[in-house]
Structure formats: C-alpha cells, structure tokens
C-alpha cells in the first residue's frame, strides 16, 4: 500500500513542510509492505494547511473524495508518462484556531495535530466506490491508527 501526504499550504505553514513530510514517509514506510486488497493501492491525503481569510473561504474549499480505477498522463514540462492506478485521495484541512496552534507548535504538539487530524480523515474511506470490494478497510483504518498511537501519541 503506497501512501503519501501532498501539500497546500501558505507560506507561514512552510516551517511545518519538513515535519508533514517526515510524518508521511514514516507512515509510508510503516504501510509499503501491507496488503488490505487489490482494489485500492495507494492512498494520497491532500493537506490543505492555509489561514483562511475572511472573503476568500471559498478558495480552499475540501474538496470531495476521488477514486481513479486508472488514469495515464503524460507531464507537460517532462514528458514523462504518470499512471494513476487504484489510487483514492481526499482533503484534510486544518485552519482558522487550530492553524495559528500548529503553525505555532513545536514537534511534537504539530504531529499530534495532524495525526488528529488524519485520523478524522479516514472517515472518507467510507465514500469508497462499490466498484471497490476487495479492500480491508477496517483492518487498514485499524492498523494505521494503532502505529500512528504507538510511535506518535
């Protein structure tokens, strides 16, 4: 199972890039040899880490979840061929109080608000296709919030 963390964020959340990434490539580290099924094969949470202002909420909107069965596309810079297979990515979003406190957090008190946040996020499972059946949902949300408690909480 791959999984990865991509980022919207402004430029006061850059001090947390580094932290976000480290979190994603444990996480990714931790899911890279588990099986939950053939359906599903890589999971991407799109962090949307931006101080909304006032008239401008509708910019940064979450956005709902997307499943792509498979999907070729060819990069228009490089001209290198991306296949997008069995992936499923939804938005996770911290703002308004809870951005000032993780933009302002040290380590720590940053991971325990994103893993809070990403574990709030595993509920897009639920918009899963019915296209999809062979995927261990319970037993994947199970394991991760189990590793993310263990090694982070």
Known sequence: MNFKITLEIDN??????????????????????????SDLKEILIALICIKTKKGYENWYKIRKPKYTDYKKKVNKLTGVV????????FDCKIDNELYEEFIKSDVIKGEKILIDKIIDSLSNLDFLPKSVKDFNKDNFKEELIEYLNKNYL
């Open 82 to 89: 991306i296949e997008i297979e069995k992936s499923f990515s």
């Open 12 to 37: 006061d959340a850059q001090s947390k890039v580094k932290d976000i990434i480290n979190l994603s490539d444990s996480i990714q580290s931790f899911l890279i040899n588990k099986y939950y099924g």
